[in-house]
């Protein structure tokens, strides 16, 4: 069974520049999470969907991040404009409805300049 | 231990030898898990314990759930160097969703 995919694996940006990151969860799984990670630091989450509805979005910087899961499957999570402050790891995870164990990927690390 | 504010922690031992780590919360929860995180990697489930159990085994590990007090630990017991890792608590609430506590990092000298 593969795991969750994420893309891309690194990602440099000045201050100000967009970037988006993409996650594909195992399949069947119907609830994909997003964290943020910063350095030395424990997953922090910023949204999650069931299906394609958001469940939660109450971390998410709304002003300039944005998420989205339109089909129930894949996910995009977007910085509109990155502030070196969004320097982390970002980490997709998965997981069953009612299963409480969530499957990581391994992460996009953002740096922003 | 790991929780709130408090940076990173980070432990140094040889091989062979035994470690616990702790872990208290804040919010209310039924379930704590242990995440392992290696370098690169995204953290992975090792073991998990629910509100009506005290102890909770699984191979060298072995957790322990405190509801009364909010707390939790993870044992290791004949450490090897591929247990080298960051360790997370995890405090998981009735709608899934999972507080990460800040971490100890783990190094295991072979």
């Known amino acids: 069974e593969a795991g969750v995919t994420q893309s891309p694996r690194y990602a440099v940006l000045q201050e100000g520049q967009a970037v988006s990151f993409w996650c594909d969860p195992i399949?069947?799984?119907?609830?994909l999470y997003w964290y943020q990670q910063p350095r030395d630091q424990g997953p922090q989450l910023l949204v999650y969907f069931r299906d394609e509805a958001v469940i939660d979005n109450s971390q998410l910087p709304s002003d300039r991040f944005s998420a989205v899961r339109p089909k129930g499957t894949n996910s995009t999570l977007k910085i509109q404009s990155a502030k070196q402050g969004d320097t982390a790891t970002y980490l997709c995870a998965s997981s069953l409805r009612g299963r409480g164990e969530q499957y990581f990927g391994p992460g996009t690390r953002l740096t922003v300049l | 231990s790991q929780w709130g504010e408090e940076n990173l922690q980070a432990l140094s031992i040889q091989e062979g030898e035994d470690v616990t780590m702790n872990c208290s919360y804040k919010t209310y929860t039924t379930v704590v898990q242990w995440y392992r995180q290696k370098s690169g990697k995204g953290p992975a489930l090792i073991i998990l314990i629910r509100s009506n159990e005290r102890e909770k085994r699984s191979g060298r590990l072995r957790a322990t759930l405190d509801t009364s007090s909010q707390s939790s630990s993870l044992s290791i017991t004949g450490t090897l160097a591929t247990d080298t890792a960051v360790y997370f608590c995890?405090?998981?609430?009735?709608?899934?969703?999972?507080?990460f506590g800040t971490g100890t990092s783990l190094l295991v000298d072979p």
């Open positions: 399949s069947g799984h119907d609830t």
């Open positions: 995890a405090a998981r609430n009735m709608g899934y969703k999972l507080t």
